[in-house]
């Protein structure tokens, strides 16, 4: 008996645990306006749960890059990074848009990230930013925001996928003609024409086994085992879809 309701007390903390959890990235005609924005701006998330990125700004050209509380804008050593996401028509083909998913690998460190965008003006000074699991105390998001819109120069570096408290099993998936992915100064991928396969932008968007990544490029080195580990994503994606 005691056994029985532990163990349905423990099904259901592994039920409630996977908070799962969506944020738009960038603003279209029907969210009223602002095109600088991550909604909502702050979540909680327990360890292990996916957050999906979903770039609905429409059109648009984003990125989702951390950085720290004390640099709004500038992306931080270690730190995970999407890669800027441009999409071009209104709406893409088929209406799917391209997502970015980042697990949370440490709910107890708060997550700080922005929008690496210039173009057409600086998107994280003009309050592109916003935060997982903001702790209790001194840091609060308003803070950041406001250092944000402060802040002198918006720093461009790609960060890889693997970043502090969050990582990303792979590069933003791309599913529809009119999205290009940027994820640096050597390499671009974009969508398949017709549209139909989710995988293979992201697949060439890797380097070959046992190169070393493009300069510039997302700094995870893939080998031979993360290409099969990237493989089973997309396959798994793919079914998803
Ligand atoms: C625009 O954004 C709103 C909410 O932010 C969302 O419900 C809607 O689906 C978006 N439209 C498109 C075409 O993505
Ligand atoms: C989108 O952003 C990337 C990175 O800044 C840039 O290379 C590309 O030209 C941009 N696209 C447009 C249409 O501005
Ligand atoms: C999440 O997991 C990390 C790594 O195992 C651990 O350090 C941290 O305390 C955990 N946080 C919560 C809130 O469970
Ligand atoms: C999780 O984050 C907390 C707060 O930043 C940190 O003290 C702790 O060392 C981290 N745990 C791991 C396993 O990285
Ligand atoms: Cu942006």
Redesign the pocket.
């Known amino acids: 008996m005691r056994l029985t309701s532990l163990l349905a007390t423990l099904a259901a903390a592994a039920v409630a645990s996977a908070q799962d959890q969506t944020i738009m990235v960038g603003g279209n005609e029907t969210n009223n306006g602002n095109i600088y924005q991550f909604s909502p701006t702050t979540i909680t998330a327990t360890?292990g749960s996916v957050i999906t990125f979903l770039f609905n700004g429409l059109p648009g050209n984003h990125s989702v890059t951390q950085s720290s509380f004390s640099s709004p804008c500038q992306p931080m050593a270690g730190g995970f990074g999407s890669g800027w996401v441009e999409i071009l028509t209104s709406p893409p083909t088929g209406n799917a848009l391209p997502t970015w998913e980042l697990t949370i690998?440490?709910?107890?460190a708060p997550i700080w990230f922005f929008c690496q965008q210039l173009m057409p003006i600086p998107h994280c000074t003009a309050g592109m930013v916003g935060a997982i699991n903001v702790q209790p105390g001194a840091n609060s998001f308003s803070a950041f925001q406001s250092a944000a819109l402060k802040a002198g120069t918006v720093g461009e570096g790609q960060n890889g996928l693997v970043g502090i408290g969050a990582s990303a099993s792979a590069e933003p998936v791309i599913p529809s003609e009119g999205v290009t992915l940027f994820i640096g100064p050597s390499a671009t991928a974009t969508a398949p024409a017709g549209g139909s396969n989710s995988g293979s932008a992201a697949a060439s968007a890797s380097a070959p086994a046992g190169s070393a990544p493009p300069s510039g490029a997302v700094a995870i080195g893939f080998n031979f085992n993360s290409l099969i580990i990237l493989s089973g994503v997309i396959v798994g994606a793919v079914m998803v879809l």
């Not at 690998?105 to 107890?108: E, G, K, L, V």
């Open positions: 360890n690998t440490n709910a107890s």
